[in-house]
């Protein structure tokens, strides 16, 4: 300024680095807690005009917390890559994803990968933009930009402000000061069910010896190298890439399902963890064939009991579920046996509450 310059944070300064380490482990030990492991970025895009100050950091932590991962933004870029790799445990990439990954794969990297998913593109392109397109990669991790990040009023644009970067709008007293979702937000629940459908597979495959396993992992190997990183709107393409995958899924248990036995009551009970503490009904597997587990917290319709129905597409009442009473929630079993392959809808109504989940029969 003035054609002076002036040092407001000088960099070897043992008393921030004191109160940063305190607060690294603050934050850790909350983290961990509750059962997450803390993953730390240091400096994003250091490349730009933090690489002294990376250099100086990053040692520094990790003789505070050895085994702590860092993990480092490289962009699109593999020179940027290789810049931060040093000071990385974690290579996270938004593009060039061929050469990154490789990169990360022969220097004992990890590679997570993060892309763009705001209210100003549609559920469709959001999908596309999250999804499994990256499946090919092998990414360990995929993460979105921007939860609620915007400038000016969000709320002055038909779907956030077009000026800023938000999927998730924040609490107003329009909405009763609670966080609201986007139409792109459900895309993004969309791209997260096609990971589960991948990681499932991927998981089973890995365990998996019979002779449906190993035709199924050639084919699901080519598919993901044919799932290209653009194109036009793909969500049909991902319907019909569930769809297969949940039948290879199938297909995979019916051979060797003990072998999953394990997996599918640890999954169950998980599930049935997290509908007891949300406000969601959950089904599992879905799709499904024979069988699939409906759960409904308790909380939904506090002592009321619902009523449960399911339903064609064109609104015919297929079946009616009883439900049994658990310690948190309500549960039923569906059997698929008299239902033609397709989509349904899983309705449960008592008073004035009416909560609705889809579902899918293969055959």
Do not use: C
Not at 38 to 64: C, F, G, N, S
Not at 107 to 135: C, H, L
Not at 215 to 222: D, G, K, L, P, V
Not at 306 to 316: L, Q, S
Request: net charge neutral; proline share 5%; aromatic share 12%.
């Amino acid at each position: 300024v003035d054609g002076k310059k002036a040092v407001t944070g000088p960099l070897n300064n043992p008393v921030f680095d004191t109160l940063l380490t305190s607060a690294i482990r603050q934050f850790k030990n909350k983290i961990e807690s509750y059962g997450f492991e803390m993953v730390l970025l240091i400096y994003d895009e250091p490349t730009e005009r933090l690489m002294t100050q990376l250099a100086y950091r990053h040692p520094k932590i990790k003789e505070a917390f050895p085994s702590m991962r860092i993990y480092g933004v490289t962009m699109d870029m593999l020179q940027w890559a290789q810049q931060i790799a040093p000071y990385s445990d974690i290579l996270v990439s938004n593009g060039s994803f061929s050469s990154i990954s490789s990169y990360a794969k022969t220097n004992n990297k990890d590679f997570w990968v993060y892309q763009e998913a705001t209210s100003s593109m549609s559920p469709s392109q959001v999908r596309e933009s999250y999804g499994i397109r990256f499946a090919k990669y092998k990414p360990g991790a995929i993460f979105f930009w921007a939860y609620n990040y915007y400038s000016g009023n969000p709320y002055t644009f038909p779907d956030g402000d077009e000026t800023g970067q938000t999927i998730v709008f924040p609490p107003s007293a329009s909405n009763g000061y609670q966080p609201t979702g986007s139409p792109a937000w459900e895309g993004l629940r969309e791209a997260h069910d096609d990971w589960r459908y991948v990681k499932t597979l991927e998981s089973m495959l890995a365990t998996a010896t019979g002779t449906a396993a190993a035709r199924i992992s050639t084919e699901f190997n080519n598919t993901k190298i044919r799932i290209t990183d653009y194109g036009t709107n793909r969500s049909s393409m991902y319907d019909s890439l569930r769809t297969v995958f949940a039948g290879w899924i199938n297909e995979i248990i019916k051979e060797e399902g003990s072998k999953f036995t394990d997996m599918t009551i640890e999954a169950e009970m998980n599930i049935a963890a997290a509908a007891s503490g949300k406000s969601m009904m959950v089904l599992t597997p879905n799709p499904f064939n024979p069988t699939a587990k409906l759960y409904i917290p308790l909380s939904l319709f506090g002592n009321m009991l619902p009523e449960v129905t399911m339903h064609a597409t064109d609104g015919r009442i297929v079946k009616r579920i009883r439900l049994t009473h658990q310690a948190n929630s309500l549960t039923a079993e569906i059997a698929s046996g008299d239902l033609a392959a397709g989509m349904y809808v899983l309705r449960a109504a008592a008073g004035n509450k009416i909560f609705t989940i889809r579902a899918a029969v293969i055959r």
